[in-house]
């Protein structure tokens, strides 16, 4: 049994030249891998700083690939430090309009260019057709 860390020491391990992922409560520090990893090292990369046994499972990783991950153990994980469930939060933002136009004006113009267009258009038949 190696020595115990947690999250937020793992999760400062997030770089191509120092990267440690958390995988099924056990610490790894596959820095060497980076390269040779056959989903390219920005998948790993993104899997730093979290738990990070589902996306591993997600894949379906060789039996070969999951021995290969005991040369890259250093230690475990205290689960205390890992949120149960971490939930989205958007952004607080305000709504962007790109146009900076009201919505409302918007709405209308929806509504009248196709009547004006439906208009001139029986218009202009209803003129050629009398001539």
């Known amino acids: 049994m190696g020595k115990v860390y947690n999250l937020k020491e793992v999760a400062e391990h997030n770089t191509p030249k120092d990267c440690w992922l958390i995988v099924h409560g056990k610490v ?3 820095t060497k891998f980076l390269e040779d990893h056959p989903g390219g090292d920005d998948v790993l990369l993104s899997a ?5 046994t ?3 499972e997600d894949v379906g990783h060789s039996s070969t690939a ?3 991950m005991d040369e890259f ?3 475990d994980i205290d689960t205390a ?9 958007p952004p607080n933002q305000a ?3 790109q146009d900076k136009t009201p919505e409302f004006i ?3 113009l929806q509504f009248l260019v196709p009547l004006v267009i439906l208009g001139a258009a029986v218009g202009i038949r209803f003129y050629t057709k009398a001539q």
Not at 48 to 52: I, L, N, S
Not at 81 to 89: F, G
């Open 73 to 75: 153990y250093v230690g």
């Open 95 to 97: 709504h962007y309009n």
């Open 54 to 56: 589902d996306d591993f």
């Open 81 to 89: 430090t890992i949120p149960s469930k971490v939930e989205y939060k």
């Open 48 to 52: 730093t700083g979290k738990d990070a």
């Open 106 to 108: 918007i709405k209308i």
């Open 28 to 30: 790894y520090d596959v």
């Open 66 to 68: 999951k021995a290969m």
